[in-house]
């Protein structure tokens, strides 16, 4: 009699678990990035970065357990833009793709500058001006792939390497007098170098015609609105709260 007792209120236990909204009954969402750090990158097997945090938070906010997966871009991309309720975040809005998704809020400011060493005092009006510089690019990049459209050549005020660390190193060396970065991006670099940003980086010119909405939350267009708002919301909320700029101040 007392076990039936015991599994009796084990069994009530349990069902009241799943009515009150527990783990038990949470629901799920797949979410899907890429390695760019240090917004979201892989840290002993766990997804982390500043964008993965802010992801979870809105997350939390609206209740919704994720499971997330870190995978080449274009695989994400696509799974992402085709697929029912699947969420793919750190994500540029552009044009091309305003209508191939729909879009939840910016979780991550992306700005380009071209950032010199303060005491060098470097500012410029145009960015002509800058062709008379070395400026430090990655191999491909968006800021690369920007600068030789507008003129600049590899090999001549362009010196490309394949690590955005390695650039910061040579800016501070003085092996080159600009370097192209997302200004978020810059600073994290400059901080895991051990040394302040706020002394070692000077905005020579903001890339204007690079002036995005940042980096996105965003769904496919199958998903349900409901969903898309639901997570709206709480991105609202936590930006309301305080809980985005903490991890702002963490981050960078």
Known sequence: MI?????????????????????????????????????????HGQLTGFS????????????????????????????????????????????QREKLFKWVGQIAPDQLYLFSLPQRKLQ??????????QIATVNEDVGEQFLISKGFKKGENLQSSVKYELNYEKLKLGRVDLWIM???????????????????????????????EGLYMAFGPQTPDALVERLRKALVTIKANGSYDALKKKWF
Do not use: H
Not at 124 to 133: D, G, I, P, R, V
């Open 124 to 133: 410029f009006t145009k960015l002509e001006q800058a062709k008379s510089y």
């Open 182 to 212: 997302p200004d978020l991006v810059a600073a994290y670099l400059v901080r895991q170098a051990g040394d302040d940003p706020a002394l070692m980086l000077a905005r020579s010119y903001v890339i204007q015609e690079m002036n995005n």
């Open 3 to 43: 076990c039936r007792f015991k599994r009796f209120f084990c069994l009530a236990g349990f069902c009241a678990l799943l009515g009150s909204g527990g783990v038990a009954s949470a629901e799920t969402l797949t979410v899907l990035t890429e390695e760019f750090p240090p917004y979201n990158y892989t840290d």
């Open 52 to 95: 993965t945090e802010v992801v979870r938070a809105v997350l939390l906010e609206a209740k919704i357990e994720g499971v997330f997966q870190s995978q080449p871009w274009a695989r994400a991309y696509a799974t992402a833009q085709s697929s029912d309720s699947v969420l793919i975040y750190s994500i540029t809005r552009t044009a």
